[in-house]
C-alpha cells in the first residue's frame, strides 16, 4: 500500500498531535489482558470475565473471513490468521501487534507488505524500551554510559532490556536467584553487591509463584545508597509497593517519577511515522 504524507507535513508536526488523523489507520489486533500476554498475579479474583467490546473487534466481527481469528486466543490458528493479514492490509497502513507469542509476529511479517509492530509479547516490550531510553536520555548525562541494573525474572522486561543494551552498547547486570536468570547476561544473585556502580536500577513485578524467592530482591531507599550518586530507580509499572520495591523508595527522589512515561505516546507515534517513512 503507498504512504503518500505531504512534504509541509513534518514528521515533528505529526508526532505532536494526540492522533495521527488521515495518515494512517492504526488496528490493534489481538487485544487481551495483561494476564494472557504475560501472567502476574490476579489482584481480584471475582472481577468478571473480560469482554471486548472495542470498535475495531466489532467492526472485524463484519468481514468475512475474519470473525473467527480475532479473538487472540483463536488468531494462531492458520489459515485463519493469514485470511486476517489478508483483510488487514486492504485497510491498514500500519498493525500493531499484543500478542503471547512472538513467532506469529514473524508470520505476519512475511504474510503482509505493511509495517508489523511489535507492541508486546511474552518474549520482549520494545517500544516499551524505547520509550524508557528516550526518557533516559532527556535526564541523564549521557544514559549510554550509564551501569545498568536488572532486579527481577528472565521475562519480556528483562529480555527487553537485554535486548537495547546488545543494540545500544550499554552496560547491563542482572540481580535474581540463579534459576531465573537471563541465559547472555552476567546475574549477580547478592543484591546489595549487585547494586554496588550501578546508575539506572530497573525492576519487573513478580509473579504471585515467586514472591517468596524474591523477598530477598526487594529495592529499598536505604539499598539504592549503595549505587551510584545520583542512581534512579526505573520500576516497570504496574509495580507493587511492598513487593519488588518499598514504599520509601517510590516516595524518595531515587524514584524516577511518574512523568518519566509522559513520552510514551510520542515515541509509539514516532516508531509508526518511521517504519511507514522506511
Keep these: 500500500m503507498d504512504v ?11 508526532i505532536r498531535t494526540k492522533f495521527i488523523n488521515a495518515v494512517l489507520w492504526l488496528i490493534l489486533l489481538a487485544q487481551i489482558s495483561e494476564k494472557d500476554i504475560n501472567p502476574r498475579r490476579q489482584v481480584n479474583a471475582k472481577s468478571p470475565k473480560h469482554k471486548d467490546t472495542s470498535k475495531v473487534t466489532r467492526l472485524l466481527k463484519d468481514v468475512p473471513g475474519v470473525s473467527s481469528a480475532t479473538d487472540a486466543r483463536n488468531f494462531g490458528s492458520l489459515p485463519s490468521s493469514n485470511q486476517v493479514c489478508g483483510y488487514l492490509q486492504n485497510w491498514a497502513d500500519a498493525v ?13 511479517a512475511a504474510a ?5 509492530i511489535n507492541a508486546l509479547t511474552n518474549d520482549n516490550h520494545p517500544c ?24 527481577g525474572a528472565d521475562g519480556n522486561i528483562g529480555r527487553a532490556w537485554k535486548e537495547a543494551s546488545e543494540a545500544l552498547g550499554f552496560s547491563l547486570t542482572q540481580s535474581s536467584p540463579a534459576k531465573y536468570q537471563i541465559s547472555g547476561i552476567a546475574c549477580n544473585d547478592n543484591l546489595k553487591n549487585a547494586l554496588e ?14 514472591i517468596g524467592e524474591f523477598k530477598d530482591y526487594q529495592i529499598s531507599k536505604d539499598l539504592m545508597g549503595v549505587a551510584n550518586k545520583g542512581a534512579i530507580l526505573n520500576p516497570c ?17 531515587y524514584f ?13 507515534q514516532a516508531i509508526m511515522i518511521y517504519c511507514l517513512l522506511n
Design 197 to 210: 556502580g550501578k546508575d539506572i536500577i530497573c525492576t519487573d513485578s513478580i509473579s504471585s509463584n515467586m
Design 256 to 268: 524516577v517519577g511518574y512523568e518519566f512515561k509522559q513520552s510514551l505516546l510520542k515515541v509509539q
Design 112 to 116: 503482509m507488505t505493511i509495517p508489523v
Design 128 to 151: 516499551e524500551m524505547m520509550s524508557d531510553l528516550y526518557a533516559l536520555s532527556k535526564v541523564r548525562a549521557d544514559y549510554l554510559k550509564d551501569e545498568y541494573l536488572f532486579v
Design 237 to 253: 509499572p504496574p509495580f507493587y509497593r511492598g513487593e519488588e520495591v518499598t514504599e520509601d523508595v517510590i516516595d524518595s527522589d
Design 96 to 108: 500493531i501487534v499484543r500478542y503471547p507469542d512472538i513467532t506469529m509476529l514473524d508470520k505476519m
Design 4 to 14: 503518500s504524507i505531504p512534504k509541509q507535513i513534518t514528521a515533528i508536526s505529526i
